[in-house]
């Protein structure tokens, strides 16, 4: 069913999508040292996927086997609801604060709202505190897209394809990183990976935006 849906929309939106959009330069990926450019950016997506990857999956587990909620659900839909109203604001508020001091606020409120699910393991404060996560991450990978199109070294889509897959290995490692730190630990233990994933996003940002600078 989700397959047909999607064959029939994009049949339909295809029609739509840009013609002669393709760059004259900068399409072929060039092996060899990294560029600090596009490291940086796929390690800002890199971490903030991670801890989006790991909610999707460990958030309603959590709030059953550690808040000890019968509607474990909650912790997912406030999660996902918050990264949705995120997504809706949060170009409002870039444009008053600036990406920087966006990547900074969203690396806090990822740390503080795990560490305020970890250390109050209670109903409330575990909503609050997915809320929190939820608003903290939707606004990464958008900006970290945005500042791919800026790349001097790749086009636009060969910059926003080398850091999808930062993203996407951050997805994919995330929720199965969470079992094993569980399976050794404790989950409430192993949600700390969120936190130090979330704060990550403060040195690597500071350090892009440096670099960013420096660029003529």
Known sequence: MVSVVSILTTL??????LRNDRSTSG??????????????????AFFAALCEGGMFDW????????????????????????????????????????MATMYI????????????????????????????VGFGTASVVPMTYTLAGSSQ??????????????????????PPMIGYLAHAFNLKVSFV????AGIML???????FKMQRALP
């Open 193 to 196: 990976a969120f936190a130090l």
């Open 27 to 44: 399409n072929k990926l060039a092996f060899g040292k990294p560029d600090p450019y596009i490291l940086y950016l796929g390690l800002l």
């Open 202 to 208: 403060i040195p690597i940002s500071k350090l892009f």
């Open 153 to 174: 070294k790749y086009s636009p889509g060969t910059a926003i394809s080398l850091i999808a897959t930062f993203g996407i290995v951050g997805m994919l490692i995330g």
């Open 12 to 17: 339909v939106a295809f029609r739509f999508l």
């Open 105 to 132: 606020m969203s690396a806090l409120l990822i740390f503080s709202g795990i560490s305020l699910a970890i250390f109050f393991p209670s109903f409330w404060p575990a909503m609050a505190g997915f809320s929190m």
């Open 59 to 98: 958030s309603g587990i959590y709030f059953q086997e550690v808040v000890r909620e019968k509607v474990f659900t909650a912790g997912y839909l406030i999660f996902m609801a918050f990264m949705a109203f995120s997504r809706f604001v949060s170009d409002r508020i870039i444009d008053k604060i600036g």
